[in-house]
């Protein structure tokens, strides 16, 4: 079993930025691939970006990439989503997950709770 906690989520200006993380315990996340998804109000969860195991690959969402990126530190057991050029759309509730590297949500065994990030225009 994963446990994983997200923080670092909060309010900021559109333009301005914020860096997520994620802290896992219980088992190692060198195991898994870590992905990050988001959730807006009314709207399906969706993919934002994922990293492999070694950390050597990455795919991003179309709208985030060139202003978001994930991270990892496997020493640390976490790993991270920095966010620059925030725009309101991407206001939602950001969430980790550890599995396969893959843009499918059902590819992930494990899931946090989730830290609201809001946009302001």
């Known amino acids: 079993q994963v446990q994983l906690v997200e923080s670092g989520g909060g309010l900021v200006q559109a333009g301005g930025s914020l860096s997520l993380s994620c802290a896992a315990s219980?088992?190692?996340?060198?195991?898994?691939?870590m992905g990050w998804f988001r959730q807006a109000p009314g709207k399906d969860r969706e993919f934002v970006g994922v990293?492999?195991?070694?950390?050597?690959?990455?795919d991003y969402k179309d709208s985030v990439k060139g202003r978001f990126t994930v991270s990892r530190d496997n020493g640390k057991n976490t790993v991270y989503l920095q966010m620059n050029s925030l725009e309101p759309e991407d206001t939602a509730v950001y969430y980790c997950?550890?599995?396969?590297?893959?843009?499918?949500?059902?590819?992930?065994?494990?899931w946090g709770q989730g830290t609201q990030v809001t946009v302001s225009s």
């Open positions: 990293i492999s195991r070694s950390g050597l690959s990455t």
């Open positions: 219980g088992r190692s996340i060198s195991s898994y691939a």
């Open positions: 997950a550890a599995g396969r590297f893959s843009t499918r949500l059902y590819d992930y065994d494990y």
